[in-house]
């Protein structure tokens, strides 16, 4: 119950196009800022996994239909154009992760940055911005990562668009023949695409590990 209620408010508030409203009724429900930081590069390190399998499975399904004799053509590029609409419906959402990552983190820099001057104690206010400069630090690099690995999906979705326009105007021998140079570079780009997304997913956990690390 105590996750659910933030769901629903997130849903009417993000609908309304009002952040600071959702971050202040979080923080009245006991959710800092740090927290739905946290909970949200998890959110978009899950759908970075999702999207990593649904590429590969796009490309299973690429390979494939290299390979069908000219009478199952038609239902290989049905299954093929399937595999499109999952993997733009995966690269969306990661992007989708990514910019709510980027929304409470500027609300939690810009108030952490503010509150500094709140303190007497200048040993606790350095030590505090310290900490403000090393957790900005890593989620610099986190995001340069993520935003990487990301930039990747939209390459390798417009080859596969390419393909499947082609399929779908070229139903015959031909037309799938002339897949097999467009499948081996296809293939590559996936390798290198997965293998970001592998990188982000690490930084992604290292991340959370040490945000959840300053909290104790």
């Known amino acids: 119950m105590r996750r659910l209620l933030p769901l629903l408010l997130c849903s009417v508030l993000v609908l309304a196009g009002c952040s600071t409203a959702y971050y202040?009724?979080?923080?009245?429900?006991?959710?800092?800022?740090?927290?739905?930081?946290?909970?949200?590069?998890?959110?978009?390190?899950?759908?970075?996994?999702?999207?990593?399998?649904?590429?590969?499975?796009?490309?299973?399904?690429?390979?494939?239909?290299?390979?069908?004799?000219?009478?199952?053509?038609?239902?290989?590029?049905?299954?093929?154009?399937?595999?499109?609409?999952?993997?733009?419906?995966?690269?969306?959402?990661?992007?989708?992760?990514?910019?709510a990552i980027d929304d409470v983190a500027r609300a939690l820099f810009e108030e952490w940055n503010?509150?500094?001057?709140?303190?007497?104690?200048?040993?606790?206010?350095?030590?505090?911005?310290?900490?403000?400069?090393?957790?900005?630090?890593?989620?610099?690099?986190?995001?340069?990562?993520?935003?990487?690995?990301?930039?990747?999906?939209?390459?390798?979705?417009?080859?596969?668009?390419d393909q499947v326009l082609f399929l779908k105007h070229n139903l015959n021998a031909q037309a799938v023949a002339a897949l097999g140079n467009t499948s081996r570079d296809l293939q590559q780009d996936i390798t290198q695409l997965i293998a970001d997304m592998e990188k982000s997913i690490r930084e992604a956990d290292a991340f959370v590990s040490a945000m959840q690390a300053a909290a104790k």
């Open 24 to 99: 202040g009724a979080m923080e009245k429900l006991g959710v800092p800022k740090r927290q739905i930081l946290v909970d949200r590069v998890e959110s978009a390190r899950g759908a970075q996994q999702e999207a990593k399998q649904q590429f590969a499975s796009a490309l299973e399904q690429f390979l494939a239909v290299t390979k069908v004799p000219s009478t199952e053509l038609k239902a290989a590029y049905d299954r093929l154009n399937d595999e499109l609409r999952r993997s733009e419906a995966r690269a969306k959402e990661v992007r989708d992760r990514l910019a």
């Open 114 to 161: 503010v509150e500094l001057a709140q303190y007497s104690n200048p040993g606790l206010r350095a030590q505090s911005a310290r900490q403000l400069d090393a957790t900005r630090r890593r989620y610099t690099d986190l995001m340069r990562v993520m935003h990487a690995a990301a930039g990747r999906m939209d390459p390798v979705l417009a080859t596969f668009r």
